[in-house]
C-alpha cells in the first residue's frame, strides 16, 4: 500500500508563488508516475502537471505552462509542484496522485493512489 501526503497549501496572493510537496510511503516510489490534480468547488477534478518515473519527464495543463514545475526527489520519495504567477482560477484543492505505470495521463480514474489534498487559496 502507498500513502501519499500532500503539504504546502495556504493563503497567497495573486502573482504569489506556493511549493506543494508529496512525500509518499513506498519504496517503489522512483518506478511510479506521478501528477498533481486539482478541484475547484463544483468543477471536476482536473490535471495539473506529471512526472514520469522512469525518465523524469513531465507534462503540464495548457492553463499551468509556464507557470508550474514538477519535480521529484527519489531519494526523499517527494514530489513537489512549484506555482509561481498564481492567478485567482488557480485557487482549488490540490491532490498527489501515484500510478503504477511508466506513463502519465491526464485522467483522473487511472491513477492508483491519492493524497488528502490541500487547500491552496489565491486572494485577488
Known amino acids: 500500500q502507498v500513502q501519499l501526503v500532500e503539504s504546502g497549501g495556504g493563503l497567497v496572493q495573486a502573482g504569489g508563488s506556493l511549493r506543494l510537496s508529496c512525500a509518499s510511503s513506498?519504496?517503489?516510489?522512483?518506478?511510479?508516475?506521478m501528477a498533481w490534480f486539482r478541484q475547484a468547488p463544483g468543477k471536476e477534478r482536473e490535471f495539473v502537471a506529471a512526472?514520469?518515473?522512469?525518465?523524469?519527464?513531465?507534462s503540464y495543463a495548457d492553463s499551468v505552462k509556464g507557470r508550474f514545475t514538477v519535480s521529484r526527489d527519489n531519494a526523499k520519495i517527494t514530489v513537489y509542484l512549484q506555482m509561481n504567477s498564481l492567478k485567482a482560477e488557480d485557487a482549488a484543492v490540490y491532490y498527489c496522485?501515484?500510478?503504477?505505470?511508466?506513463?502519465?495521463?491526464?485522467?483522473?480514474?487511472?491513477?492508483?493512489?491519492w493524497g488528502q489534498g490541500t487547500q491552496v487559496t489565491v486572494s485577488s
Open positions: 513506498g519504496r517503489t516510489f522512483s518506478s511510479f508516475t
Open positions: 512526472i514520469r518515473g522512469s525518465d523524469g519527464s513531465t
Open positions: 496522485a501515484a500510478r503504477i505505470s511508466r506513463y502519465s495521463t491526464t485522467y483522473p480514474s487511472t491513477y492508483d493512489y
